[in-house]
């Protein structure tokens, strides 16, 4: 079975610090994927970032960079030099090669970034 | 294009009445899903459907039906509405042809059952 762990509830900082927003995951799949979205206040939700299961490679965009480590099934999403329009719930999800690459989300993190 | 539209934006039921939640695609995707979304619990999966005439449960099923008769709509019934479906309801779709590619979501559906 899958599963997506969002071990952090809630966060707050003030901004310009940095932040890391925790994901673990658990699947038995050889072939998978893991997204982070965003859902700002409005409700909207907002693809963030995809990586598949053959490529660790962190990546960084702008402000916010991820770490993927297999060897511990994390996929951690790091604000760096937060802002007030950082403040949202952020989900980590799950996809996998088996149930026709159904999508897992995590229960999410909100971030309150005060100015 | 339109992307993924929802219908109603906001619903208010009794309890027992019976509803469909529309979830619309101009994208050509195969794949469609429905979450619900609860304070504390994240999206949980519903149902989804790897194509028409194809679908299949996810983590929350119960109390809800889906069919898929062509590539464009997944509706989301509710047979006999409970209080315990007062959620946001969420349809997404996706390529499934290349499956790390992102869901598309749609705006949401706000559904309280008094």
């Known amino acids: 079975a899958q599963k997506v762990t969002q071990a952090q509830t809630e966060i707050s900082v003030v901004e310009k610090e940095d932040v890391t927003l925790d994901c673990v995951y658990e699947?038995?799949?050889?072939?998978?994927?893991l997204f982070w979205y965003k859902q700002p206040p409005s409700g909207e939700l907002v693809f963030l970032i995809r990586r598949n299961s053959f490529d660790e490679q962190n990546e960084i965009s702008g402000r916010y960079s991820w770490n993927f480590q297999k060897s511990t099934s994390s996929f951690n999403f790091t604000i760096t030099a937060s802002q007030v329009v950082d403040s949202a719930v952020y989900f980590c999800a799950l996809s996998g090669d088996t149930g026709g690459f159904k999508t897992i989300f995590g229960a999410g993190t909100r971030l309150f970034v005060k100015a | 294009n339109a992307g993924v539209t929802q219908t109603p934006k906001f619903q208010v039921l009794k309890t027992g009445q019976s509803m469909t939640l529309q979830c619309a695609q101009d994208?050509?995707?195969?794949?469609m899903s429905w979450y619900r979304q609860d304070p504390g619990m994240g999206l949980r999966l519903i149902h989804y459907?790897?194509?028409?005439?194809?679908?299949d449960q996810g983590e929350v099923p119960n109390g809800y039906n889906v069919s898929r008769s062509t590539t464009e709509d997944f509706p989301l019934r509710l047979l006999s509405a409970a209080p315990s479906q007062t959620s946001v309801y969420f349809c997404?779709?996706?390529?499934?042809?290349?499956?790390?590619?992102?869901?598309?979501f749609g705006d949401g559906t706000r559904l309280s059952i008094l």
């Open positions: 997404a779709s996706s390529f499934r042809g290349a499956p790390n590619q992102p869901q598309h």
């Open positions: 699947t038995r799949d050889t072939t998978y994927y």
């Open positions: 994208m050509n995707h195969e794949y």
């Open positions: 459907s790897v194509g028409a005439g194809i679908t």
